[in-house]
């Protein structure tokens, strides 16, 4: 998912959340149906896989940081995703982190596990691309877990490499 269709359906629901509270029967939910489709709707299967990934990502990360030492920072925590929760769940670390020290990551894996078996050439980019919402979505699920909420997407200029970016959501 785009970060602006993310964007779109995050504050949807949380415009969602608001209006739900103020209802007091469900005649007046009625109204409000187009904003619990753009809210609540999956309507593709990059969406669900992602959705699925979420929370695959929170178990997993429950389970890999469960013996860590408590992770207080945000630098602290994409470490940690970069180091004991990729290998634990890809099977190695990432290649590389990089930050512009303003709340985006980017991570990048030259040998993603699940690209490993594309073949090479520019023809398979840009199907590669579905084949990565669940991974998105396990990175996604992880950090939220960890009270790091983001959006999560991923981008391929060659196979099988893949670079993560983890756009952090500013706190209130």
């Known amino acids: 998912m785009s970060i602006e269709g993310e964007k ?24 409000y149906t187009g904003l619990i489709h753009k809210a609540f709707a999956h309507a593709n299967s990059e969406t669900q896989l992602e959705t699925i990934g979420f929370r695959v990502g929170q178990v997993l990360v429950e389970k890999v940081s469960k013996d860590s030492p408590k992770l207080v920072t945000e630098l602290e925590i994409v470490k940690f995703i970069c180091k004991e929760f990729w290998s634990a769940v890809f099977g190695k670390q990432v290649d590389n982190l990089r930050t512009n020290h303003q ?12 690209l490993r078996c594309f073949p ?17 979505g396990i990175l996604r699920g992880a950090l939220d877990s960890l009270n790091i909420p983001a959006i999560v997407t991923a981008t391929v200029e060659s196979i099988p490499a893949v670079k993560f970016q983890l756009q952090i959501a500013a706190k209130a």
Do not use: H
């Not at 959340?17 to 007091?24: D, H, K, L, T």
């Not at 199907?127 to 998105?136: D, E, M, Q, T, V």
């Open 103 to 114: 709340g985006v990551y980017v991570v990048q894996d030259n040998k993603f596990t699940t």
């Open 8 to 31: 779109i359906r995050m504050e949807a629901k949380e415009k969602w959340g608001e209006i739900a509270e103020a209802c007091v029967d469900s005649s007046e939910v009625e109204q």
């Open 120 to 136: 090479e050439g520019t023809q398979y980019v840009k199907s590669s691309g579905r084949f990565l919402a669940l991974p998105c």
